[in-house]
């Protein structure tokens, strides 16, 4: 019977974060002729877009550098581990930069964050494409953030080769394995991070609390560098740890997704 609800809660989870085959089809795809800044939909409330031509004031406003008129747009109502993960994907594979990553309190009322990501790029071809790249990835990056019906949850993202999205925000050193191992509620974190410290020999590049370097959220998290087997073993056990933590307060956490860090 408890496992019946956890999918159920993890089902409309799903609903909620990613539209339906049905509601895709109540928007005819006529109605996006014309709307040149649009370029899609992902998982996590995520939307796509790009600005050919920012205005000049606006541009100022936002910090972003004088040789970038052209930028993409990521925003999303759920996740922030899963879109720098993206980002730094399509940074890797297009001629952009990350200008911009900010995380909001959202979530729609959970315990996590939303994202304002933009990528500055001089040609608006260019930032579609890192735009395209970062939708894309989305359908990996959430498969390592675990649900329950109490809507607790533990995330955990690791990458081979960190590039320069995860290098300017979360200290990541460059072309080097890093992981990142997030509990929530923030207690359920530190007890992750205890583990993954004590389970491989890895660094910790920068940590996040509820107070420090989030938007008030009610999460603990490290990010981690080293050998990347190490970085692996860590992840992954600070994953074992926090999925029995979380079940405790509710049913067993499901993945979001298909898990990815094996």
Same mark, same amino acid.
């Given at each position: 019977m408890q496992e019946e609800i956890v999918q159920q809660v993890i089902n409309e989870v799903r609903k909620k974060l990613s539209p339906s085959e049905t509601e895709a089809q109540k928007t005819p795809e006529k109605s996006m002729a014309g709307f040149t800044e649009y370029v899609g939909n992902a998982f996590g409330d995520t939307i796509g877009l790009v600005i050919a031509n920012l205005d000049p004031v606006l541009q100022e406003k936002l910090g972003i550098g004088g040789q970038y008129r052209s930028i993409g747009i990521i925003g999303s109502r759920t996740g922030a581990g899963p879109q720098i993960m993206a980002c730094d994907e399509a940074v890797k594979a297009s001629n952009t930069e990350l200008v911009k990553f900010e =995380?909001? @309190?959202?979530?729609?009322?959970?315990?996590?964050?939303?994202?304002? &990501?933009?990528?500055?790029? *001089?040609?608006?071809?260019? &930032? @579609?494409?890192?735009?395209?790249? +970062?939708?894309?990835? $989305?359908?990996?990056?959430?498969?390592?953030?675990?649900?329950? *019906? /109490?809507?607790?949850? #533990?995330? $955990?993202?690791?990458? /081979? @080769? &960190?590039?320069? !999205? =995860?290098?300017?925000?979360?200290?990541?050193?460059?072309?080097k394995a890093w992981g990142l191992i997030v509990g #929530?509620? +923030?207690?359920?974190?530190? =007890?992750? /991070?205890?583990? +993954?410290?004590?389970? /491989?020999?890895?660094?910790?590049?920068?940590?996040?609390?509820? +107070? =420090?370097?989030?938007?008030?959220?009610?999460?603990?998290?490290?990010?981690?560098?080293?050998?990347?087997?190490?970085?692996?073993? &860590?992840?992954? !056990?600070? @994953? *074992?740890?926090?999925?029995k933590a979380v079940t405790t307060l509710g049913g067993p956490p499901k993945s979001l997704q298909t898990p990815y860090i094996r």
């Amino acid at each position: 019977m408890q496992e019946e609800i956890v999918q159920q809660v993890i089902n409309e989870v799903r609903k909620k974060l990613s539209p339906s085959e049905t509601e895709a089809q109540k928007t005819p795809e006529k109605s996006m002729a014309g709307f040149t800044e649009y370029v899609g939909n992902a998982f996590g409330d995520t939307i796509g877009l790009v600005i050919a031509n920012l205005d000049p004031v606006l541009q100022e406003k936002l910090g972003i550098g004088g040789q970038y008129r052209s930028i993409g747009i990521i925003g999303s109502r759920t996740g922030a581990g899963p879109q720098i993960m993206a980002c730094d994907e399509a940074v890797k594979a297009s001629n952009t930069e990350l200008v911009k990553f900010e =995380l909001a @309190r959202d979530t729609k009322g959970g315990g996590g964050h939303g994202t304002l &990501a933009i990528f500055g790029a *001089e040609e608006v071809s260019d &930032a @579609r494409r890192a735009v395209e790249i +970062a939708l894309k990835a $989305l359908s990996w990056t959430f498969g390592d953030i675990y649900m329950n *019906e /109490a809507g607790n949850f #533990c995330e $955990l993202q690791y990458t /081979a @080769r &960190a590039s320069y !999205a =995860l290098n300017k925000y979360y200290n990541a050193p460059l072309g080097k394995a890093w992981g990142l191992i997030v509990g #929530c509620p +923030a207690g359920v974190g530190v =007890l992750m /991070a205890d583990t +993954a410290l004590k389970a /491989a020999n890895v660094e910790i590049v920068m940590h996040a609390s509820p +107070a =420090l370097n989030t938007s008030y959220t009610n999460e603990f998290m490290i990010m981690i560098t080293g050998d990347s087997g190490a970085v692996k073993q &860590a992840v992954i !056990a600070g @994953r *074992e740890v926090g999925l029995k933590a979380v079940t405790t307060l509710g049913g067993p956490p499901k993945s979001l997704q298909t898990p990815y860090i094996r």
